[in-house]
């Protein structure tokens, strides 16, 4: 199992930035961004292969960017015009099976979790 330890997390106000970091023990191939808002499921935000590719959730629309160092086994998610609605424990995950990960929800690999609060 991977272990993965998150950082970043914090509050901040309507149309600020904040910068999320998550280290894994080991490498996968894929590692991902979710975040769980206060009554609703877990949701995907960003995933990133080894490749350097990756795609968002529908609701990012361009103020989120993922990225990764390789051998650093690192994936950060840079959150830019943040918004009340973002507010949300924010958790990486990382699996060799992106349908694992991305799609089911379903990775044994889940970070402890950092709570992200933006305020109007």
């Known amino acids: 199992r991977v272990q993965l330890a998150e950082s970043g997390g914090g509050s901040v106000q309507a149309g600020g930035s904040l910068k999320l970091s998550c280290t894994a023990s080991?490498?996968?191939?894929?590692m991902a961004w979710f975040r769980q808002r206060p009554g609703k499921e877990r949701e995907g935000v960003a995933w990133i292969d080894s490749g350097d590719r990756r795609d968002y959730g529908d609701f990012v629309k361009g103020r989120f960017t993922i990225s990764r160092d390789i051998l650093k086994n690192t994936v950060w998610l840079q959150m830019d015009n943040l918004q009340p609605d973002d507010s949300a424990v924010y958790y990486c995950?990382?699996?060799?099976?992106?349908?694992?990960?991305?799609?089911?929800?379903?990775?044994?690999?889940w970070g402890q979790g950092t709570q992200v609060t933006v305020s109007s």
């Open positions: 080991e490498y996968t191939v894929y």
């Open positions: 995950a990382a699996d060799r099976h992106w349908p694992l990960l991305w799609t089911l929800k379903r990775t044994d690999n």
